[in-house]
């Protein structure tokens, strides 16, 4: 049999090589902001797991190079992720001097290599595998209930990261329920005036083009500066109006945020159901028409179920693009993960910028997953009834 | 010349064309009938290897088509097709350019080309040329497809479905340019059509082909005649038959001594012209003109009845 | 509206930006009602022009740099050669945009320390994500007859690039480059918490001392240019694609 070679396996294995040999698995410090240390694949591993690791990863960079089975590439590059995340913990375990609580002990970029090339490899999978929706779910399910047991466990407690967690705890847990409110709370309250404003642009045609240019400004302007501008008008408002400052309607801190978040999503609410409900057919709507549907059934009965998946586009954006922007409420005292990232920012200290970065990436890449797989679900659905 | 020889396509387990050889005669044009999915585009796209055939040999003049790189042979044979493919990027003169340009032709020598190209397709240069072409109809849109089809000179030029896309009226005058151009240059012309009507009008030969395979290859009066299986005869159309045969013929083959009263038709006129001109004003005769103007005789529906039937 | 509306508001916009990042004083009337116990009205520690300029300047490299960055990497995977890549390029576009720019900008720091390089980075990989996606549509949705033709009249691979697929594409990845210009104005702004020299600076600064003039005339200023550049190349991407006849967006 001749050998042939996988191309991105090619890419994978390349930068496996690189990461497990030549650059450093953990970093080590020796309290929370003196420069660290590298620590190679070996040197932070006890003598036996540390050539299985690398055991590990190098059939796994095999596997990856050569044209091999799905289900071999599949198995290959969970065992090589989930390899790397138990032993990243045992690292800090063993680097970490016996009671010593100063010792930092972090993931280093070559961690992050084997971690990317082996979720690079998983994904080409998954994507070759071509999923179902609820598949993907699924698979996001399995490894969100992964990374959750690794958690409670104890596995990373050595971990800068988690040492960081561990003295925010409450604050943590505090800043994210702020953080997923804004999002969501900013998205909804979008959708509920959004939809409404977007069916009247469709209707209105004079309305469409002015509605949109004021929504597009809007996008243009900075979020900080955003952010920031509301800070004066609703600082009014809670002195002015009776019973706002009782809401919780404040100058600075949520409110604003929610404010301008609840802006940046009118946008593509409001575009995505104008390009919705401009997308249905004519005929759709000449029928409909045709059989007496008043306005109102037209709407409800046709028009809508035939925009609703571009509808859930705009929706998707909107989530994803809040996740991330709600990190900067912080710069305004909006709370949310974002008050970690520029706190660590300030201080130097990565690993608490990574506190903030990684839950908010995580929330956002769930957000995508789950959305995408909703709205393919609803689009294939009305493909298999119209065919 | 073209020489088709044992040409044969598969993909994976599903063969498209099936062992074909056939041979076309240079300066004749070869019309390719048959319903979609028959293999004729596939067979079409090998002569310019647009399709590499699993089997077999295609010449032209004698070299297999092989023998020189995809694109240099491309570049010397003609290919138009249905919706003509025009760049929507260039003008309507630049489009017409493309093949010279690729070939290094002198900048005079390709403006005097289009201009000709052009000026022979009833485009003037000056206010066509340097349009764009979402500018023109869709019947300009086609004869610049076929213009830059045949901007370089090529001996050969391959057609798939080239008037497809155009509406009836259009698709005859198309057509008649086509054959009045091909008069003119010579080219060897391969064209495919699913339709029998086109075929019969354009072809010196017609081949048609059913389920990847050659079923009949011969003239357009045999394939009326003696249609080689029961497929050929639905293709031809059983109720159309006499009227195609008719069409193949001119006035001027049928005409008989003495005169008749009545407006002259033209001796170059189709003989099913002629026909439908009789039936339907109601006469037995029609008067003949040749192209000076002079009477010829006349053609009577008795006359034409007889061209119609089956040939012995 | 009058069609020659548009064109005077957007010169108006450009001769009121012009003359506030030239001469902020002429517009310290309009903001002092904005500060409170005798705060400047206008930025004192730098001159705006200077801000803007290299505002301008960091947004030009980065958008250059994902530009050819995300054609190149656009063009490898539509060619058979790189035809593999292209679902897992599809898959990785969708994962890189649910990475919020300041969590790029923040995890950028270490590696290349604080000020300028970190907002290139950030808005450099960012501003990938939106070229590389409108390059990849506008590549694999070329009209099949012109591509047919293409290869019929014996064009290389090179020839159909260069001469067909980039320029019918164009319309599209200059759709592309304009998000990824805006997205990046005003991303370059959050550039400035870690201590890049932008118009940031000035919001930051305005949040920090509570001025709000500061915050607005920082936010302004990003807007107009954002509004103007994104006017800009509509209008370019409108030139290109009414000359080959496609609707425009």
């Known amino acids: 049999m001749r050998i042939r070679f996988d191309k991105l396996g090619v890419v994978i294995a390349a930068i496996a090589a690189y990461a497990a040999f030549l650059a450093p698995f953990a970093t080590f410090r020796a309290n929370r902001i003196v420069p660290g240390e590298a620590r190679s694949i070996l040197e932070a591993l006890p003598a036996t797991t540390g050539p299985l690791l690398l055991a ?51 993931p280093a970029s070559g961690f992050w290599l084997l971690i990317f090339a082996f979720t690079l490899l998983l994904a080409d999978v998954l994507t070759r595998l071509n999923l179902s929706p609820w598949a993907r779910v699924g698979v996001l399910v399995v490894a969100a209930l ?87 008008p609703l600082g009014w408002v809670a002195a002015h109006v009776p019973g706002a400052a009782a809401l919780g309607i404040r100058g600075i801190g949520t409110a604003p945020a929610f404010v301008a978040l609840f802006l940046y999503s009118l ?12 997308g249905v057919p004519r005929a759709a709507n000449d029928a409909a028409r045709g059989m007496g549907m008043t306005d109102r059934q037209r709407l409800f009965g046709v028009e809508f179920p035939l925009a609703f998946p571009v509808i859930l586009t705009g929706i998707r954006i909107v989530l994803v693009q809040n996740i991330g922007l709600a990190t900067i409420a912080a710069l305004i005292g909006g709370g949310g993960f974002g008050v970690f990232v520029f706190q660590g920012v300030g201080q130097t200290a990565m690993d608490l910028v990574l506190l903030g970065a990684v839950p908010t990436v995580a929330l956002a890449f769930a957000a995508a997953i789950i959305l995408d797989a909703v709205i393919e679900m609803t689009a294939t659905k009305r493909r298999v009834e119209t065919a | 010349m073209i020489e088709i020889e044992g040409i044969t396509k598969r993909y994976d387990a599903t063969t498209v064309v099936d062992d074909v050889s056939m041979v076309i005669e240079p300066r004749t044009i070869a019309v390719i009938v048959g319903t979609s999915g028959s293999g004729k585009t596939t067979l079409l796209r090998m002569i310019n290897r647009l399709v590499e055939p699993t089997a077999g040999i295609i010449r032209l003049d004698g070299n297999d088509n092989r023998s020189q790189p995809d694109y240099e042979l491309r570049r010397s044979i003609g290919y138009a097709i249905q919706g003509h493919g025009l760049f929507p990027h260039r003008t309507v ?60 000179e090529p001996n050969v030029l391959l057609m ?75 293709l031809v159309g059983a109720s159309e038959k006499p009227f195609r045969l008719l069409s193949l013929g001119r006035v001027s083959d049928a005409v008989e001594k003495g005169t008749a009263e009545g407006e002259a038709i033209p001796g170059d006129a189709s003989q099913r012209d002629a026909l439908a001109e009789l039936l339907w004003s109601g006469r037995s005769a029609l008067p003949v003109k040749g192209e000076d103007g002079k009477p010829l005789g006349r053609v009577t529906v008795d006359g034409l009845v007889k061209r119609a039937a089956r040939p012995a | ?16 930006l012009v003359a506030f ?38 947004v030009l490299i980065a958008t250059v740099a994902a530009t050819i960055v995300a054609v190149a990497l656009a063009i ?145 200023i990003v807007a107009a240019l954002a509004v103007l550049i994104y006017d800009g190349l509509s209008a370019i991407e409108r030139y290109t694609a009414r000359r080959m006849g496609q609707e425009t967006a």
Request: hydrophobic share 50%.
């Open chain 1, 56 to 106: 590990i990863v190098v059939a796994g960079a095999l596997i990856a190079l050569l044209k091999t089975p799905l289900v071999l590439r599949l198995a290959a590059s969970v065992v090589a992720l989930a390899a790397l995340a138990t032993l990243i913990g045992v690292a800090g375990s063993f680097l970490t001097p016996a009671g010593n609580t100063f010792a930092r002990i972090s």
């Open chain 1, 146 to 232: 992964a990374i959750g047991l690794l958690l409670i466990s104890g596995q990373w407690n050595s971990l800068s990261i988690l040492k960081e967690y561990a003295n925010r705890a409450d604050s943590f847990w505090a800043e994210g329920s702020k953080h997923v409110t804004l999002a969501l709370g900013s998205l909804v309250a979008a959708v509920v005036v959004g939809l409404p404003l977007g069916i009247l642009c469709h209707r209105v045609e004079k309305l469409r083009a002015g509605a949109l240019n004021v929504l597009n400004i809007i996008q243009t302007i900075p979020s900080i500066a955003l952010f920031g501008l509301l800070i004066a």
């Open chain 1, 267 to 278: 946008l593509p609410v409001v575009a995505n159901t104008v390009v919705g409900l401009a």
């Open chain 2, 93 to 152: 003169a630049q489009n017409i350019a493309t093949v010279p340009v690729l070939l290094g032709w002198d900048k005079a020598r390709i403006k005097a080309r289009v201009d000709e190209l052009m000026t022979l397709y009833q485009l003037d240069p000056e206010a066509y040329g340097p349009r764009y072409p979402h500018e023109l109809s869709g019947g300009q849109q086609q004869r610049v497809g076929v213009a830059r089809a045949l901007a370089a």
């Open chain 2, 160 to 234: 798939d479905e080239p008037f497809g896309a155009l509406d009836p009226i259009i698709r005859t005058k198309a057509q008649e340019d086509l054959l009045a151009i091909q008069k003119r240059f010579g080219t060897t012309i391969i064209l495919v059509t699913h339709d029998m009507e086109e075929a019969v009008r354009m072809g010196d030969k017609i081949a048609v082909m059913d389920a990847g395979k050659l079923v009949q290859y011969a003239k357009p009066a045999e394939i009326l005649a003696k249609p080689a299986s029961d497929f050929v005869e639905t």
């Open chain 3, 1 to 16: 509206m009058k069609a020659w509306l548009p064109s005077l508001l957007r010169l108006l916009l450009v001769v009121l």
């Open chain 3, 21 to 58: 990042v030239t001469n902020p004083g002429w517009f310290q009337p309009l903001l002092k009602p904005l500060t409170e116990n005798g705060a400047p009205a206008i930025y004192n520690q730098g001159s705006l022009l200077t801000l803007t300029f290299l505002h301008l300047r960091t």
């Open chain 3, 76 to 220: 490898l995977v539509t060619r058979p050669a790189g035809a593999e890549f292209l679902p897992l390029s599809r898959s990785l576009v969708n994962i890189g945009q649910t990475f919020p720019p300041v969590a790029v900008l923040a995890l950028a720091v270490p590696a290349v320390g604080f000020g300028e390089k970190p907002t290139l980075i950030a808005l450099f990989l960012y501003g990938l994500l939106p070229i590389f996606e409108n390059a990849l549509t506008g590549l694999t949705t070329l009209p099949a007859n012109v591509m047919e033709a293409a290869r019929g009249a014996g064009m290389t691979g090179w020839q159909r690039l260069l001469k067909v697929e980039l320029p019918l594409s164009a319309p599209i990845i200059l759709g592309g480059i304009r998000l990824s210009v805006v997205i990046s104005l005003a991303t370059a702004t959050i550039g400035s918490t870690v201590a890049a020299k932008t118009l940031g600076e000035v919001i930051i600064a305005g949040l920090l001392s509570n001025n709000l003039a500061f915050v607005l005339q920082g936010g302004l």
